[in-house]
């Protein structure tokens, strides 16, 4: 490994989106980001789109200034977050704009499919969390619309596979990106035809599953040429943001949880085979596909989305507090004074979040946060919180003992809260990298290169390029006090 590597990462948020390149060399890994841009819902006609045609154009600007910085790529790769989608047409032309699973139009989908086919056998097939947004019920709800993109759809492409699919003229299904949809059998890894029977859906509108490390084809001519490189190889990582960010976790064995921490949360832990039955199906866990043959089995939980919404509130009103002061407020504010369930569906899309998190305390018979301050603790108390009842309930079906909880992601950078969850938990808190979803995504091309040959062998490289702080548990009973109170206002 001691030739230098660039490799271009194209990292998709649902609220903002970079390009990155990853320089690989001696073992180490460092990045250098390109561009960052937003990206935003758009609302049409009370229905909520993805600009994929701005992202397209997003992707095309930072390979140019890649090209304008004299980096020669290695090979390119795409995460996005997870269940959203693009019709393809019998031409091979994007069918309208891809839907936003913040659409409410799936609200209640779910329990409508059910009687066709139950939430048993649905989890039972798919291992999957039973989520309204799941591209199971998209395609169930655009089909209740009369959805003329859903009948006329000759290929459905999940949103890293139809950007690859704009940048190469090659469609496939990339698995971790897959197995987000409830669509996929947990044990065979393949498109289940009797999921989609239930919508007179052919299982051969989605391409080929192929697995993370897939050479997928190469960049167009006519894109090589417009954006200054050259017929670059475009590889399939894992497409999932979070599969990509859980490859770079730093772990040296097993016994270990994760956390990766954005604008959702999503706690888990590492597994060889799916772990489906009854226990899991009452927790409403998941199995989602991982990297190198392995099963993330975890839970989405609310995370940073609550924060976020109140800070574009407080944006329109001149309040544009920087994250170091909101820490600071959030620590000077007094704990568990009021608290929240980070999951109530009151907090999914409301108008004002404000207002959500007031009428929460209203039904529950607590104080109602009046600060700033008092928001911002209220927030992050109840995802410290949050986070131990279910890695409770993750140990419970573990097939082995946590002793570390890995926080990845954006939110790995917030000490407050690090420590909060490190308290709240029991056991210690390792942070980092923060860059983890760009690292993995990095470093699986790296694989799919031929560059490194195994996911241990890249949390090797990981570890040699990172220093992660660690978090060690203190005030254990207060926190427990707190956590019963917690349990005593879900509902």
Known sequence: MTQKHHFFALDLGATSGRSIIGRLENGKLELQELTRFPNTILRVQDKYYWNIYALYESLKEGLKTAAAKGIEIDSIGIDTWGVDFAYLAEDGSLINLPRSYRDPYTEGVPEAYFTRLSRQEVYDLTGIQIMNFNSLFQLYAAQREGSFAVRQAKNILFMPDALSYLLTGERYCEYTIASTSQIVNARTQKIDPLLLDVLDISPEVFPEVVMPGTKAGNVMESVARECGIGETPVIAVAGHDTASAVVAVPAEDENFAYLSSGTW?????????????????????TNEGGADGTIRFLKNITGMWLLE???????????????????????????FRSLIDPDDASFANPESMLQAITAYCQRTNQPCPEEDAQFIRC???????????????????????????????????????????????GIPVVAGPSEATAMGNIMIQAMGMGVVGSLQEIRDVIRNSVSPDVFVPTDNAI?????????????
């Open 309 to 335: 919404q109140c800070r574009k509130e407080w944006d329109k009103v001149g309040k544009s507090y920087s994250y170091p002061e909101i820490v600071a407020l959030s620590d000077s504010a007094k704990p």
């Open 379 to 425: 927030i992050f108390d109840s995802l410290a919180l949050k986070y131990k009842q279910v890695l409770n309930s993750l140990q419970e079906v573990a097939p082995f003992e946590i002793k570390k909880l890995h926080v990845i992601g954006g939110g790995s950078q917030n000490k407050l809260l690090n420590q909060m969850t490190a308290n709240a938990i």
């Open 265 to 285: 949360s999503l706690m888990g832990i590492e597994v060889k085979e799916p772990i489906i039955n009854e226990q899991t199906f009452a927790m409403n866990f």
């Open 479 to 491: 926190w427990s006090e707190a956590f019963a109170k917690f349990q005593t206002i879900q509902h």
